[in-house]
């Protein structure tokens, strides 16, 4: 799975969630925790990257049973099972913003 769990309103310095409970219940839960701004767009498309880049090293490394459509990842109508190489950086490990398990 690929899931990330995302706060919003990093910008402002009263939040109803503070980023250490944001963090901490994402590593209770074994997720990514990222905060994001709306209004600047710190970390928006970041979010998405990270979410596409761990979806498709899934799919290289075989998590998910292409066959199966309940798993979300459906092939165009007139295409065929292939790899191809999909061009999204990487994101570093130490990266502003991002905590993980």
Known sequence: MAI?????????????????????????????????????AKNV??????????????ILEDVYDLSNESYGIKYGPNSQYSRVKLDIPSMPESRSGFSCC
């Not at 990257?49 to 498709?56: E, F, G, H, V």
């Open 4 to 40: 990330i769990l995302v706060g919003n309103k990093c910008d402002l310095e009263r939040r109803e969630v503070s980023a250490e409970e944001g963090a901490q219940f994402a590593r209770q839960n074994g997720l990514i925790f990222l905060e994001t701004s709306a209004k600047t």
């Open 45 to 58: 498309e970041e979010a998405f990257l990270y979410t596409a880049r761990k979806i498709y090293d899934n």
